[in-house]
């Protein structure tokens, strides 16, 4: 038999490991066991439901015309390039947060830098940069944020990998297939910003995002609450680069034409004219009446 003094001194020692096992729990930021993905997307949900809403209503336009659908993607390749920039110099400088995706940090992986510059190339030629070089303020004040992040906290520059690269790898592909249909572009060019070459964007997606709840378990409660509002930041430049780009009116008018189904075009077209038919004679009606109570 077990003396009861030794069951008691287990039953405190497995208390207090238990208390402790907690306690690192809390530490960590993982007592509540949400993933960090999890964080972003509960957190980010309005902000990106906005974002969907201006892509898609500049969208409309754009695919109208291929300089200006090129003017557009310039935008966000200068976007892509500052970032990949930012974390190949976190990279050199030995960040260990950042050394975490290395694997995925690279062309031909989740980098998208040479991609959009392929398909500038392909839409506006060689000296593409010329008819792209103009940059809206958001534009630079982003460029800017990504190159301070890199010299003081690049660990925040993975929440706008996340918000960035996740975007082309998953929204990115429907936006490929409808810029391809209406735009009617050649086969294997001017959409390869949203084509992975290797591995499915799919597969990069899970995979990203593997790594990066991995190794967002052992952060702080602290660290996940700023790359949270990082996560949001990258939202908001995003969104002020979208609202500052220049679509003329003649264009989205085009667009809306473009995607609108023929039959209701016509049955729209048939009711203006119904309505044309109408009003003239009424307006025509009440002209000769006045001409008449003036003479």
Partial sequence: RIHPIYISTYAVTLKAVHVHSYLLLLDTGMADRETLSTRFNKAG??????????????????????????????????????????????????????????????????????????????????????????????????????????????????????????????????????VRKHLALPEGVCTTAFEFKGESSNTLKTKFKSVFDEWGRGLSEEAVQELTAEHLTAFQYNNAIIRTFPIPSSAVVKGVLCITPRPVVLVALALVALLVALIIPWLAHGLRQATTRAI
């Fill in 45 to 178: 949900k309005s902000i990106h439901n906005l974002s969907d809403s201006l892509v898609n209503a500049k969208l409309v336009a754009l695919l109208t015309d291929r300089q200006l659908y090129a003017r557009a993607l310039s935008r966000f390749y200068y976007v892509f390039a500052s970032l990949e920039q930012a974390l190949d110099e976190a990279l050199k400088n030995g960040d260990k947060d950042v050394e975490t995706f290395k694997s995925l940090f690279k062309e031909g992986s989740i980098y998208r830098t040479a991609a959009f510059r392929a398909d500038l190339e392909n839409l506006l030629g060689a000296n593409w940069e010329v008819a792209c070089s103009s940059k809206s303020i958001p534009l630079k004040e982003y460029e800017h944020h990504l190159a301070l992040l890199a010299s003081t906290q690049p660990r925040l520059l993975l929440a706008h990998s996340y918000t960035q690269h996740l975007a082309i790898a998953a929204g990115g592909q429907a936006v490929r297939r409808i």
